[in-house]
């Protein structure tokens, strides 16, 4: 059964860094394109980041770019979002989600993992 889950979130203060994994089991993350999402309480989900599967182009959402980094780890089939300079508005919960066909449908989305910013 293929599945994703997410961990590495908690509670910091502004200014900190978080790094979250997104293990995969199940499917190999390498032959598909990662997206990293975020809910924050009464906001609509929002994409943050998302890694091609194809060429391992990247993208981030404006607000994040020059913060956070996505990556790949092939050997341990896990995707990582390292998280630097950290801002209250950064509070949410983060999902990390899989996309064979890398055209923005993803098949797979993890549970989710809280992560929130103290000032």
């Known amino acids: 059964q293929a599945q994703l889950a997410e961990s590495g979130g908690g509670l910091v203060q502004d200014g900190d860094s978080l790094r979250l994994s997104c293990a995969a089991s199940?499917?190999?993350?390498?032959?598909?394109?990662i997206g990293w999402f975020r809910q924050a309480p009464g906001k609509e989900r929002e994409g943050v980041s998302c890694?091609?599967?194809?060429?391992?182009?990247?993208y981030y959402a404006d607000s994040v770019k020059g913060r956070f980094t996505i990556s790949r780890d092939s050997a341990k089939n896990t995707v990582y979002l390292q998280m630097n300079s950290l801002k209250s508005e950064d509070t949410a919960v983060y999902y990390c989600?899989?996309?064979?066909?890398?055209?923005?449908?993803?098949?797979?989305w993890g549970q989710g993992t809280q992560v929130t910013v103290s000032n």
């Open positions: 890694k091609s599967g194809s060429d391992g182009s990247t």
């Open positions: 199940g499917f190999t993350l390498d032959y598909y394109a």
């Open positions: 989600a899989a996309d064979f066909g890398g055209d923005g449908s993803y098949e797979h």
